[in-house]
DNA sequence: TGCACTGCAGTAATCGATTACTAAATGCTT
DNA sequence: AAGCATTTAGTAATCGATTACTGCAGTGCA
């Protein structure tokens, strides 16, 4: 512990640097006590550290032997405040999202933090709130203590133009809300729907329910527009009721299923725009002692790791979480270091079905 | 967007600060420019927004007054670099660790966002990987761009060490392994089972397998004496071929229940001492076509998401990742802001039953 | 031997906020 | 009205790293 005043002495210091041992306690240092123990001046420590030229060979062979010895890293805060950057990313959540929410973006988490890492920047995780048409941003942005802004989900308008006034770049992941001017990577729902859909109509289904939500209508309007799609193609006719978009969650989607079930008609297969939804319809059927796929198949969208553990496990079409990250942070980062400052939005293919045990053919 | 170079004209500033409307582009300001737009000094900005005392009731209102219109924040990094204080947290997690672990630490990602949030804190997520006995830890921790350090599970010697030379206050959440002056909250697993086991009893089950793991020698060692405990308390002779301790993941599980059921006697009941084995085990039960819980109970620890939605929902002794956070929290702002010094280690309670459909009474 | 030029080391200003210290201005008392 | 006390305003140094610039030593050429 006595360390770190005994570095403050030129004498000691070059002492104890000869002795020290890689498990001892580790001092703070600063580019200056580098200097001093190297004998040079602090410019020529910075010139060897940055890979610039301007010292001869021989110290600069001095200055990285004692900097590696001595683990020396440059204070952050330091370079920030001259450079003006700090090589943190905000990844930005809504505060009062679901827990839900933690099955969407688990993958897409562990992709962002992978790829940012290894890009050197830290990935600050913080929440937005909304009070009374108040946009409560974190302190992280206010304070451009970010590079940029990463953010999860359905971004509203209010949120957006607050973001904006900042003018820090950011990208929005999966969002289904109309934007502009914006870097933003979605998933294509309306794909994703239509080939749920075509899967089942090819596995013989004729009568087949649909589950949707109004709680998100851009999004339901995505994924029935490719139902319908599907649907129309094959000239196929179905009665209203069995179109809910009440779901919001497990739930409601159980109470969608109820209703479709109560209708005279039991259909042959349910779409499900999402798999909680689906996961929640299957409660219903079984509730209902019909069993899944042998009286109604079931399919749903995402892939969440949940939809794996079901029983049976639940067939649906992926939306790929890691493609969209990896595009997202592609984007982002051009943006922050100007590489290329067009701005763009990617969509995301999503037409790969993975094929588990809800859905069987008609007999 | 003309505004950055405006601003920078102590005339035009006066004139544009009078006409800023809320929706504006917000440029970055300094204390500069502030004390210019007021027509005072730096310094008297600053004693206004550190709330010191040194000016007039008539400059304080102009000032906060300016501050509040322009929304005016401090430089961090220019902070950070006068005090040697970042207001960051790590969050430290393997590389390598596990999607599954998702599921556990979720709640507990949650409730540290909330609580540090709420503090000043920004948490920066980051890993340390281990590869040939080196432990490579993030930046953030080798610059000293944290204050503290927040460590979730199992936190192997080596790691221990490394982080240790740095000095960085840390707190290690759900460590299974023996650690010394470290802060350190877990769990209470062998409570945990000790309340699962003695839940079995209570049933009525005297036939009951365990299902643990090897691959975490120390958490195994306390579930197995809870569960050693519950059955001699009893008077309860198990044949050896009914406690599995190979157990890793669902899978491994699996197997372990197919031991247990491929020994000539059936249990009537099975502990696992997680839940995520609970959930292999019980896909083997099904596939061997028993009914759970009419033939064979099954309970598990954790409480994690997906427990609530198998099939039937597990009945599990909920491990409360929430107190367990906050305790951690508590402990590590403690120490990062010196109130105080006692290094302690704390232990969450853990014999909250939560009663689901996995269990039955036994006949 | 002297002059020009190259190569290297060191000095000082910079980024933005804070604060100890100095200077100025005000109020109060006799 | 002069002198003292007290409040308020402003200056400059600081945190650590970087870099433009200055200065010095050494080499080569005439």
Redesign the pocket.
Known sequence: MFLIVVYKDIHFTKIIYNFLERDLYMP????????KIA?????????V??N?????????QKILDIVEKLQ????????R????KTNNIAVLFRKNASPLEHFFYSDLNRIILHEFESRGYNLIFTSVTINENNVLLPNVIKSYDVDGIIFYGDVEPLILSSIRRFDIPFVVVDNHLPVHDILSVSADYAEAAYTATNYLIDLGHKDIGYIGTSSQAHFNAQTFSGFKKAVEEHEIVLPINWIQIEADDENSAYNCMKNILNYGKVPTAVFCSADIYAIGAMRCIKDHGLKIPDDISVIGIDDIILSQYTDPPLTTVKIDKVSMGKLAIDMLVKKIEKTETTITSAKVTSNNIVERATTKAKV
Chains 1, 2 share one sequence.
């Open positions: 703070k240092l600063t580019i200056k006590e580098i200097a004998g040079v001046s602090p410019s020529a420590v910075s010139i550290l940055n610039r030229t301007g010292v001869s060979e021989q110290t600069r020396y890293t440059p204070n952050p805060n330091s370079r405040l001259l450079f003006n």
